[in-house]
């Protein structure tokens, strides 16, 4: 009879973990995708670039053979960072227009109620090229901007007063 050594069980235990988190990767991202979770489904589709991070570095990990533990951590820790990176610079770029169409061009935007940069926003917004624009988290602070953006957006509906 043989007898495994702590090393041996450590990585034999690293292994199945990254095999548990592989799975559960897979399983959230085919459940967002196929859309059978609903209002849950809408949180997780943002999350996509993230679990498939994660399911990137737990599959990597089931392949070597030295530091299997660390190396999901590691994909984990590093996820988190570049999608913010690449959503930073994702959001600041100007959309690039698009072929010309008998409907509406609709954006819709977060203004970051208190944490956004509130000039740059308007900047954007006077010259966005949108018929139609939508601000979430626009708080009743900012409202001066509306009137500011009257000449370009003349018809205008707010609700900042009103929590749902």
Sequence with gaps: MMVASPIAKRVAKGRRLAFLVLASANVVLVLALAGPLGALGDVVAPLTGHLVGIGLTASLALLVRRAVPLIPAAGGLLTVPVHVCLGVAGCCARPVPTRASPLAKVAHLNAWHRLGDRQRLESYLKSAPADVIVLSEFGSDQRPMLARLKG?????????????
Excluded at 158 to 164: G, L, N, T, V, W
């Design 152 to 164: 370009a957006y003349p018809f205008q509906v707010e609700c900042a007063d009103r929590r749902s």
